[in-house]
C-alpha cells in the first residue's frame, strides 16, 4: 500500500487521499492527477515553485546541497575530467562513451555541421544588424523544413541521428548568425578541428579560413579558450526542468517537429531573467565603471527603498553556492593567470564578490555568485561579443533539449501540456 497524504476541504469536511511518490533522489512527490476528478478543484502553484512537472531520470539538482549530476555524475567531475561530447554522449545514451565512441561521435558531428545552402540563404532574408539571438530562432526552427521526415518511435537510430544532426549543426548556426549580424561573411565548418575550436573558427576567422596570430606569433586559438568554452558548454548542458527545458517538453507535448520544439527553447532562453543574464551582468559591470563604485552599489542593493538589484547572485533553485559557478570561479583564476588577464571588468567583478560572499546581508539571504556571474567576465575574457552570450548559452543546451525530448516522447502516458488557471475576470 502507499503511503499517502490526506487533504481535508473544512467547507465540506470531506478528506481525500493522495499517494506519495518516492524518487531516487530528492524530495517525493504527492500525486495529484485526479485532483480535479475527486475534489472539483484545481491547485494553484504560480510560477510552479512546488511542481514536478514529468518524471525524469537525466539530470539532478539538489538546491539546499548546491548538487548537480548528470545521470548521476556529479557536474564537478564531469567538467573537470570529460569533454563536452564525452557529457553529450552521456546524457543522450546513461553511459560515459569508451574512447572509440568518442571518435566515432566527434567524427560524425564534424561532418554534420555543414548547413544546407538553402539554410544558409535564409539569413540573408533577415535585416542587417539583425541579434543572432532571433536569427538563431528562427534557423532552427527552419531546419525542421529539411529533415521533415517522422520519426519512428520504435527506432532508437532514428532518435540519434536526429538528436546528433542538430547537435553538430547549432555552432554553425550560431556562427553564421554572429556573422550576418556584424556584414561579415560565412566561415564554413572546418572538419580537421574539433567542436569547440571549430565553432571559435567559424566566429575569427577571416575569409578564405585564414586566422591571424597575435602579437606574440601564438596561434590565434588558445588551447586554454578552447578548454574554457567547451567547460561553460558542459556546464550549460542540462539544468533539469527550466523555463527553457520546459517550453521543449510543452511543444514537444503538440507532436511538433522536435526542431521546432529546439526552436521554443531557444526563444525561452534569450529572455533577460534566464540565458540573457549573463549578458546583463556584463551591462551592470560596464555601468559600475570602477572599483571605486563598488562600494556604493553594493549599498544601494541593500536599500529596500532602491530598485537596484544585483546581476549574477541567487538562483532560483540553489539557496547555496551553484556548483557551476565554484567550476566557472576555478576556470577564471587559470585564465587569469594563462591569459595575463587583467581587465577593469574582471577586477570590478572580483571586488563584488569579495564583498558578497563576506557581507552578512547577501550571506543571510543566500545570495551567493551564481553561473551567469562567473560565466559573463569569462567570455568576455574570451573577446566573445556581449550578442554572442546566449547563443553560446544555446550550443552548450541543445543536448540537454533534444534529451528532454527524446525522453517525453519515449515516455508512457504522453499528454498535452495543459494547465488550469484561477479566473478573477467578469
Not at 549599498?299 to 532602491?306: E, F, G, M, V, Y
Not at 551553484?322 to 587569469?336: G, I, N, T, Y
Not at 556581449?386 to 552548450?396: A, E, L
Amino acid at each position: 500500500m502507499n503511503d499517502t497524504v490526506t487533504i481535508t476541504d473544512n467547507r465540506t469536511g470531506k478528506s481525500y487521499d493522495f499517494d506519495i511518490l518516492d524518487g531516487t533522489r530528492g524530495p517525493s512527490v504527492v500525486n495529484i492527477s485526479s485532483f480535479y476528478t475527486d475534489t472539483g478543484m484545481f491547485t494553484y502553484d504560480n510560477g510552479y515553485t512546488s511542481t514536478a512537472s514529468c518524471n525524469s531520470s537525466i539530470t539532478f539538482i539538489d538546491g539546499a546541497k548546491g548538487e548537480l549530476r548528470y545521470r548521476g555524475i556529479e557536474i564537478e567531475e564531469l567538467a573537470e575530467k570529460k569533454s563536452y561530447l564525452e557529457v553529450c554522449f552521456l546524457l543522450l545514451n546513461d553511459t560515459l562513451p569508451t574512447k572509440e565512441q568518442t571518435k566515432e561521435f566527434d567524427l560524425e558531428l564534424r561532418h554534420r555541421s555543414f548547413l544546407q545552402e538553402g539554410l544558409t540563404n535564409l539569413f540573408h532574408a533577415f535585416p542587417s544588424g539583425s541579434h543572432p539571438m532571433a536569427t538563431l530562432s528562427a534557423a532552427t526552427a527552419a531546419l525542421s523544413t529539411f529533415h521533415f521526415n517522422h520519426l519512428d518511435m520504435s527506432n532508437e537510430s532514428e532518435y540519434q541521428t536526429m538528436a546528433r544532426r542538430i547537435i553538430a549543426k547549432m555552432p554553425t548556426l550560431a556562427a553564421f548568425a554572429y556573422r550576418y549580424s556584424i556584414g561579415a561573411c560565412f566561415i564554413q565548418p572546418d572538419i580537421s578541428k574539433s567542436y569547440t575550436e571549430n565553432f571559435l573558427y567559424m566566429m575569427r576567422a577571416y575569409p578564405g579560413g585564414k586566422m591571424h596570430m597575435d602579437m606574440d606569433g601564438q596561434r590565434a586559438i588558445k588551447e586554454i579558450e578552447i578548454k574554457a568554452l567547451d567547460t561553460i558548454f558542459t556546464l550549460h548542458a542540462d539544468h533539469e526542468q527550466n523555463a527553457s527545458t520546459t517550453s521543449v517538453r510543452n511543444v514537444a507535448s503538440t507532436g511538433a517537429h522536435p526542431y521546432v520544439a529546439i526552436s521554443a527553447g531557444v526563444s525561452a532562453l534569450w529572455g533577460r531573467a534566464h540565458g540573457g543574464a549573463n549578458e546583463s551582468v556584463i551591462k551592470q559591470l560596464e555601468m559600475i565603471g570602477s572599483v571605486e563604485n563598488v562600494d556604493a552599489f553594493i549599498a544601494r542593493a541593500k536599500d529596500p527603498d532602491d530598485e537596484f538589484r544585483l546581476m549574477g547572485f541567487g538562483h532560483r533553485v540553489y539557496k547555496n553556492f551553484d556548483p557551476r559557478a565554484k567550476v566557472l570561479k576555478s576556470l577564471q583564476v587559470q585564465l587569469q593567470d594563462e591569459l595575463n588577464l587583467d581587465s577593469n571588468l574582471m577586477k570590478i567583478a572580483n571586488r563584488i564578490e569579495e564583498i558578497a560572499l563576506n557581507d552578512e546581508y547577501f550571506v543571510s539571504r543566500k545570495l551567493y555568485p551564481n553561473i551567469d556571474f562567473y560565466s559573463g567576465v569569462i567570455l568576455t575574457a574570451l573577446k566573445i561579443p556581449t550578442s554572442m552570450f546566449t547563443p553560446i548559452f544555446v550550443i552548450g543546451r541543445t543536448v540537454g533539449w533534444i534529451t528532454q525530448w527524446i525522453e517525453f516522447k519515449k515516455g508512457k502516458g504522453m499528454k498535452i501540456a495543459r494547465p488550469r488557471q484561477l479566473y478573477l475576470g467578469k
